[in-house]
């Protein structure tokens, strides 16, 4: 978010210098991260699912210098949340999003039943609210990328500096 939280999230640097911002609104002293980072899975990460998302992308996202050592928990919550989406995928493809659930009186006795949502409907819905805010903070999205402009020498690391001139 912006400032005090209200209004639209800052745009980073690099992008404000494709996009053409007055140099006077650009940070020049913005810190980046050390290139002696390591950028590879969070050792909390073993969820398979959350893994092969990792396997799949990050190449890549690093290569593009868009996902560097600093950025590794937000990739890694993003992989978790895929994995969280297929799981609730899978199971509603199998349960549905509707079931039949027990309906009990006060001495725990079952008295009918009730259709309910799946409880696989709010771990699929809360996983993909988490895919889609992380995705957007990697341009993983096609509106996420439209406004970004980027070599494709995939150089990570490039000095900002040189799209002023």
């Given at each position: 978010?912006?400032?005090?939280?209200?209004?639209?999230?800052?745009?980073?640097?690099?992008?404000?210098?494709?996009?053409?911002?007055?140099?006077?609104?650009?940070?020049?002293?913005e810190p980046?991260?050390?290139?002696?980072?390591?950028?590879?899975?969070?050792?909390?990460?073993?969820?398979?699912?959350?893994?092969?998302?990792?396997?799949?992308?990050?190449?890549?996202?690093?290569?593009?210098?868009?996902?560097?050592?600093?950025?590794?928990?937000?990739?890694?919550?993003?992989?978790?949340?895929?994995?969280?989406?297929?799981?609730?995928?899978?199971?509603?493809?199998?349960?549905?999003?509707?079931?039949?659930?027990?309906?009990?009186?006060?001495?725990g006795e079952?008295?009918?039943?009730?259709t309910v949502?799946?409880?696989?409907?709010?771990?699929?819905?809360?996983?993909?609210?988490?895919?889609?805010?992380?995705?957007?903070?990697?341009?993983?999205?096609?509106?996420?990328?439209?406004?970004?402009?980027?070599?494709?020498?995939?150089?990570?690391?490039?000095?900002?500096?040189?799209?002023?001139?």
């Amino acid at each position: 978010m912006g400032r005090g939280g209200k209004g639209r999230p800052a745009k980073p640097t690099k992008l404000k210098l494709v996009d053409g911002t007055r140099s006077d609104r650009v940070n020049r002293n913005e810190p980046e991260p050390s290139e002696e980072l390591a950028v590879e899975p969070p050792p909390w990460m073993v969820d398979e699912l959350a893994i092969e998302a990792w396997e799949n992308l990050a190449p890549d996202l690093i290569e593009r210098g868009v996902l560097t050592g600093w950025d590794v928990q937000a990739f890694a919550e993003w992989c978790s949340a895929v994995a969280h989406l297929v799981r609730a995928e899978q199971a509603l493809a199998t349960e549905g999003h509707v079931i039949e659930s027990e309906v009990f009186n006060r001495n725990g006795e079952v008295t009918g039943s009730r259709t309910v949502r799946s409880e696989w409907s709010r771990v699929w819905k809360d996983a993909l609210e988490v895919t889609a805010r992380r995705a957007a903070k990697f341009g993983l999205t096609p509106s996420d990328r439209a406004g970004i402009s980027v070599g494709g020498s995939g150089e990570s690391g490039a000095d900002p500096e040189r799209l002023l001139s």
